[in-house]
């Protein structure tokens, strides 16, 4: 079975929202590469949400496309904030110690509270 994985991007006041539905593995990870990238040209300092609370499995591939964000972001003096919902994904930023360099909300309402 060929799980889909979608990934849309917008605008939503000072912030980019990027949001992921599907499982993210190595096979449609560069999707999600592809819209963070698109959501981060032209950004002098980049405030960026993450939306993976219809994400239900991630694998290493797509937490290195999350770390390297974060990593770029950082150096562009921007704000990274991943909304994760309890399951795999935030048991994955426990278990790697991720969760101590990742600023995490639990709804997009309130990552996008926020930011403003």
Known sequence: MIS??????????PSTV????????M???PRLRAGIDRALENSGHPSLV????GVPFCDSVGLGILV?????????????ILV?????I???LTITNLDR?????GSLSEALDAVA
Not at 4 to 13: A, P, S
Not at 50 to 53: G, Q
Not at 68 to 80: K, N, S, Y
Not at 101 to 105: A, G, Q
């Open 50 to 53: 993450v939306d993976l609370t």
């Open 101 to 105: 360099h990742f600023e995490t909300c």
């Open 84 to 88: 994760v919902s309890p399951g795999m």
């Open 4 to 13: 889909t994985f979608d990934v849309q991007t917008w605008r939503d006041g």
């Open 27 to 29: 096979a449609v990870a």
């Open 90 to 92: 935030t048991h994955l």
């Open 18 to 25: 990027v949001q992921a539905t599907g499982e993210l593995d």
């Open 68 to 80: 390297g964000t974060l990593t770029r972001i950082r150096e562009a003096g921007g704000r990274l």
